[in-house]
């Protein structure tokens, strides 16, 4: 089973800012937040992962709270092609390093 | 382009049959990752491979099998196919086995198979 709760669905507005949160509050230690998302049925596509400390990277921006319980992907200007589903994952990139996929937020960006 | 490739990009066949779905990892990455998304199961992860050894298995079928050549490409057969199979077949890379903390998979565009 997945260790992250989503919400189901989400709209934005297009050129405005895309908060998604992800609640992870069974995450260990050596464990990492990565963010993926799926446009249609493309393959997944990486956008970002993190720790500790909020990461930022020319798609997004990843907030995660001091007691690392939850996360916050940010798109910061979303764009209609940002659409997607949008898949929190905790991962440690261990022996166990595939990765599980809950149901993800479908996010939608409205014109 | 995640640079991480996979053929063909669609495959039809009939139950009963067996198919061979093949991946080119990103150029560097030793490490082959299988998944497999239905309409009613979502993305679950099959097995992976690091250099030509299998690492991990996940909820793959026995009449699935898998591995990873020299040249690091992947090939996934699976036999005796049923219509429940029918579904989008990811490949993923990464550099390492999945030993190293914060290694990340970067996934191919997928092949999809209908079983008829």
């Known amino acids: 089973d997945a260790k992250t709760t989503q919400p189901t669905s989400m709209d934005c507005a297009e050129g405005r800012a895309a908060n998604l949160p992800c609640n992870h509050s069974t995450i260990s230690g050596n464990e990492y937040v990565y963010w993926y998302r799926q446009i249609h049925s493309q393959g997944p596509q990486y956008i970002i992962h993190?720790?500790?400390n909020n990461e930022t990277n020319e798609m997004a921006s990843l907030i995660i709270t001091e007691d690392r319980k939850s996360s916050t992907l940010i798109l910061p200007h979303a764009t209609l092609r940002d659409t997607a589903v949008y898949y929190c994952i905790v991962s440690q990139g261990g022996s166990q390093g595939n990765l599980i996929f809950g149901k993800g937020t479908k996010l939608s960006v409205k014109p | 382009d995640s640079g991480v490739t996979q053929t063909p990009k669609h495959l039809i066949t009939a139950t009963g049959q067996r198919v061979t779905l093949r991946c080119s990892p990103r150029s560097g990455d030793l490490s082959v990752y299988w998944y497999q998304q239905s309409l009613d199961q979502g993305l679950q992860f099959l097995i992976q491979y690091y250099n030509g050894e299998e690492r991990a298995k996940g909820n793959i079928l026995e009449r699935f099998s898998a591995q990873q050549f020299p040249d690091l490409h992947s090939e996934l057969n699976l036999s005796s196919l049923e219509l429940g199979d029918s579904a989008l077949y990811f490949c993923a890379s990464s550099v390492a086995p999945s030993g190293r903390p914060g290694d990340t998979q970067y996934f191919g565009p997928g092949t999809r198979l209908t079983v008829l």
């Open positions: 993190g720790l500790k």
